[in-house]
């Protein structure tokens, strides 16, 4: 990342607000990423329902996508709090993310297989955000960014149960079924 020269103040030693410090900038920048990646999840989500066959599964992604709506919600107050637009950053670790799951999705086989490829490829997205959330509202906690912080933990909350719930989900049928199924090619 190429550092920005600071314009502010700080040469005539008075105090930079928390966002014109290097940890605000960070903050600012992987906000910006998590909200485009979040904006690209709620396009990709659908994708994956309509390639679903598991009823759990559906239903498990239909939560989540309703989720994800919030997310970009709340990552807008964020960028309120912060009195900074709302303006998103192509996350490239996300579009690869998204692109690994549209070829599963392409290459696999309809019904337990396809299944198991999208879990696969959706708790890859939620560890990804989970890692986000988890910086971002650390950040927001050094910074002193209160509600901030409160907002992203409610969030990294989500992105976690979504993940608890896919896992339930893989483990209590669709695996099982893929492991006795043979390969019909
Ligand atoms: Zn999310
Ligand atoms: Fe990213
Ligand atoms: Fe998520």
Known sequence: MKAKTHTTGQEEGSQPTEMETKLGKLFEEELRDIYWAEKALTKAIPKMIKNASSTDLIAALETHLTETEDHVKRAEKVFEIIGKTARGKTCEAMEGLIKEAEEIMEESEEGV???????????????????????????????????????LEKTLKDEKKADEILTTVATSAINLEAAEEEVSE
């Open 113 to 151: 297989m396809r299944d198991a490829g999208i879990i696969a490829a959706a708790q890859k997205v939620e560890h990804y955000e989970i890692a986000s959330y988890g910086t971002l509202r650390t950040y927001a906690q050094t910074l002193g960014l209160d509600e901030a912080a409160a907002i």
